[in-house]
């Protein structure tokens, strides 16, 4: 682990993102440091999905900039590449190889990317699906699993390359409900652990529980940033209170 718990590990200065017309992401300004976890919340299409993907340039802005352990993303290339292995991403939809076993989807990156021995790659894999409850499932493709079984596969896979950070996008909406809470807990295990992670969530409970930060965002704009505590009890804003009153009552 270098450096300090409170290092800037990715800044983001002044972001701005259109798709034609829409303006998705408006003078965005937020740091996360490391071994925080900031979870962003919000309604649906107020631009938390893109912030998310432009922390490792899935998704590329029109203005400002993102610096991730004192680099800028780099537009593209071997830069680039290097950077996708330093962030680790969990998608809403899994992305597993399917033609592949869960233990080859995991030993598939540091293999590639990191030169590790089959070997070696072989038993960090098998540390790491114990770690997230799938040992058992080492051998079986993607389709013999869960969605929950896929998804820790899929957060195991993204711990094999040691990244700096990971960025989970809406892991748990593609999941049925008695399945989001064994991905939940092996996210909250991460946390505890002092992994730095940006979480998309509507998960409530696990920003309560889990975040260092929130980060409540509507209409392409940090609207207000404060620890799960003081959001939740004393929202600031019309906009957060409103949002909160909806999805609080139900």
């Known amino acids: 682990m270098q450096g300090s ?25 937020t740091t996360v440091r490391r071994g925080e976890v900031v979870v962003v919340i919000g309604p649906s299409g107020s631009g938390k999905s893109t912030l998310c993907r432009a922390i490792n340039r899935l998704e590329t802005i029109d203005s400002g900039t993102i610096t991730i352990d004192g680099k800028k993303l780099p537009e593209e290339g071997k830069g680039l590449a290097q950077l996708r292995a330093d962030v680790g991403m969990v998608f809403q939809s899994f992305n597993l190889f ?24 072989d038993k960090q894999a098998m540390q790491l699906l114990e770690r997230v409850g799938v040992a058992n499932q080492a051998n079986k ?14 957060i195991a896979r993204s711990l094999a390359m040691d990244p700096k950070l990971i960025l989970l996008d809406e892991p748990t909406s593609a999941l049925d409900p008695e399945m989001i809470n064994e991905v939940l807990e092996v996210m909250i295990g991460l946390a505890k652990d002092g992994m730095t992670m940006v979480v998309v969530t509507h998960e409530m409970g696990f920003a309560r529980k889990a ?11 940090i609207v207000e940033e404060a620890t799960p505590e003081q959001f939740f009890s004393n929202p600031q804003t019309p906009r957060a209170k409103d949002f ?3 999805i609080l009552t139900h």
């Open 5 to 29: 718990a409170t290092d800037p590990l990715v800044v983001i200065d002044e972001v701005n993102k259109h798709y034609g017309d829409l303006h998705v992401l408006k003078d965005i300004n």
């Open 211 to 221: 975040a260092n930060r929130v980060l409540f965002m509507a209409e392409g704009e």
């Open 141 to 154: 493709l993607p389709s013999q699993l869960s969605g929950g079984q896929q998804q820790r596969v899929a």
């Open 98 to 121: 399917a033609h592949k076993t869960v233990l080859e989807n995991v030993t598939l990156g540091p293999r590639q990317v990191r030169g590790m021995s089959k070997a070696d790659a």
């Open 244 to 246: 909160l009153s909806k």
